[in-house]
């Protein structure tokens, strides 16, 4: 089982940046996916965005396009979130999970099996 820690959440005023981080103890992420997911109170997780194993083709969900970036070092293994012009309806716990049965990722969290224990973004004034 692959163990990710997510770390990098925190209070940040609206139209803040903030930058989230996966360290993953895989031994390279070549044969993983990693996707980002949040959950705001009382709503369903949703997915953010996601990087594939094998091409590191990207996915964004509609409503951080634009503002959000994911990117991978390889050397450490390491899956980052860079989240700009953040608004209130961005809080939640976001989590980042592993895929290594598709060849692409997707936005789905039943794809997932491996995933981090969240770090809190709150977004407020």
């Known amino acids: 089982q692959l163990q990710l820690v997510e770390s990098g959440g925190g209070l940040v005023q609206p139209g803040g940046s903030l930058k989230l981080s996966c360290a993953t103890s895989?031994?390279?992420?070549?044969?993983?996916?990693i996707g980002w997911f949040r959950q705001a109170p009382g709503k369903e997780r949703e997915g953010v965005s996601c990087i594939s194993a094998n091409d590191g083709s990207t996915y964004y969900a509609d409503s951080v396009k634009g503002r959000f970036t994911i990117s991978r070092d390889r050397a450490k293994n390491t899956v980052y979130l860079q989240m700009n012009s953040l608004k209130p309806d961005d809080t939640g716990v976001y989590y980042c999970?592993?895929?290594?049965?598709?060849?692409?990722?997707?936005?789905?969290?039943?794809?997932?099996?491996?995933w981090g224990q969240g770090t809190l973004v709150t977004v407020s004034s």
């Open positions: 895989a031994l390279t992420l070549d044969y993983y996916s």
């Open positions: 999970a592993a895929d290594n049965r598709y060849l692409y990722c997707s936005g789905s969290a039943a794809r997932y099996d491996d």
